[in-house]
Every structure is written in structure tokens, then in C-alpha cells.
């Protein structure tokens, strides 16, 4: 009995998944996919059109947004509203994405023959990129934690910068080329001499994954000890 819930799980997701990606090729958001492309600035058009469908999501916010706001909340659109509640979709995020799911379509319905082949080469460049970020971020988080005693013995010999928390982070920007070596330790403004060569001289020992599709990449941290590429936001640029 148990056995079964995750496969009625994966049922249902992945019935609600078709019902939106038919809901996207449905004639009716033509008209809305129309003003997309009229109103989207030509970058952002590549952009999408680049995109693997799985990713779409990450134009929920910022995107996603303007479209909520241009036709869905407050009604502003009641008949496309309507459209979407008669078929159970109720949440205006679930309408936004499925508009945008649309406009994927429609870009990637009208491409060349080579467009596609050159897209297939940047999604899977991406889908790499990503994959070697997702590496680096844990490594990095792996490292801070392993050194942690050793950052806070380098912060009592030599004080912090600040009474500022966020200056306890032992870098601001850490740069790591491709072979995996630290490049560059940036620091946090204010940080005397001698706390940045004793912490330096840790995170010099950091040791990364080597990566393709990027020379080098910038990893910062968010909140001790969570790592970010900043490449990582500029995947779709």
C-alpha cells in the first residue's frame, strides 16, 4: 500500500505538468503571446527562446511579475482569468507561467533548422554550467565549515574589521579559475592586514572541482557557510 503513494504522487504532477502544457499551445493566449513579443525587448526574446522548458521557472519573479500585473491581478483581464479558472487553474502564479510556457513555444515553434542546432548547444552549455556551480557551492560550503575553528582563532588574534556580523564571513568574493585553484581572495572593506593574511592563509587550502564553459567564476557567500556563483545569475544574459 505504501509503495503506491509516491507513484500516485508522480501521477499527479505529472498530470497537472501535461494539463499546463497543453493549456500553453491552447489558441486563446495566441493574442497574449503576440503582445509578449511586441512588447519584450529583443535580448530578452533570445533569452527565453534559449531556455530549456525545464527552467522557465526561473522567470517567475521579475518577468512573471509583469505579467501578473499587466492582465491578471486585480482582474485586469477578467476574460483570461475566467479562461484559466474554468480549466482549475485558480493561482495567478500557476496563469503567469503557463502564458510564459506559451511564448516559449511560440519562439521555439518558428526556429531554423540551425537556431535549433546552435540552441541545443547553449542549453546543454547551461544545463554544464549549472551543474558545475551546484559542485562548486557545496565544496565551498564543505571548506567554511571544515575551517570555521581556524577563521574564529584568525578573528581573536586580530579583531574584526567591525562589530558588523556579516564581516565574520572569512571573504567577500572568493574568484576560482577553472583548474579549481583559488585565483583571488577579495576581502570586506575594513579588514586589517594581518586578519586578511591569517585568514588567507586558510582559505588558500581550499581546493575545488575543475570546470569547463567558464574561465574563472565568483563565489560569494550568503549566510555562513552557504557559497553562491554569481555566474549562476547570468546563465540566460
Not at 493566449?29 to 533569452?47: G, H, I, N
Not at 570586506?188 to 581546493?207: P, V, Y
Request: hydrophobic share 40%.
Amino acid at each position: 500500500m505504501g509503495a503506491t503513494k509516491p507513484f500516485i504522487l508522480f501521477a499527479f504532477l505529472f498530470g497537472c505538468a501535461q494539463q499546463s502544457n497543453e493549456l500553453a499551445r491552447d489558441p486563446f493566449l495566441r493574442p497574449y503571446v503576440e503582445q509578449l513579443k511586441k512588447s519584450t525587448p529583443a535580448d530578452t526574446l533570445r533569452a527565453i527562446t534559449a531556455m530549456a522548458e525545464s527552467e522557465l521557472i526561473l522567470l517567475h519573479h521579475g518577468y512573471g511579475t509583469g505579467i501578473r500585473n499587466r492582465w491578471i491581478h486585480g482582474g485586469r483581464d477578467p476574460e483570461l482569468v475566467s479562461f484559466f479558472r474554468a480549466r482549475g487553474i485558480n493561482h495567478p502564479d500557476d496563469m503567469s507561467m503557463t502564458i510564459i510556457e506559451a511564448l516559449w513555444h511560440e519562439l521555439n515553434r518558428s526556429l531554423s533548422a540551425a537556431d535549433r542546432a546552435s540552441i541545443r548547444e547553449t542549453r546543454a552549455s547551461a544545463a554544464r554550467r549549472r551543474k558545475n556551480y551546484e559542485t562548486l557551492e557545496s565544496e565551498c560550503e564543505a571548506q567554511l565549515v571544515r575551517m570555521k575553528s581556524e577563521f574564529e582563532r584568525c578573528y581573536m588574534q586580530h579583531g574584526l574589521p567591525s562589530k558588523n556580523p556579516v564581516l565574520r564571513d572569512p571573504f567577500s568574493k572568493l574568484i576560482v579559475g577553472n583548474s579549481g585553484a583559488v585565483r583571488e581572495i577579495i576581502f570586506f572593506e575594513g579588514a586589517s592586514q594581518e586578519l586578511k593574511s591569517c585568514l588567507a592563509t586558510h582559505i588558500n587550502e581550499f581546493k575545488f572541482s575543475a570546470f569547463s564553459d567558464d574561465e574563472f567564476v565568483t563565489l560569494y557567500i550568503l549566510e555562513f557557510p552557504r557559497c553562491r556563483v554569481a555566474e549562476r545569475d547570468k546563465l540566460h544574459n
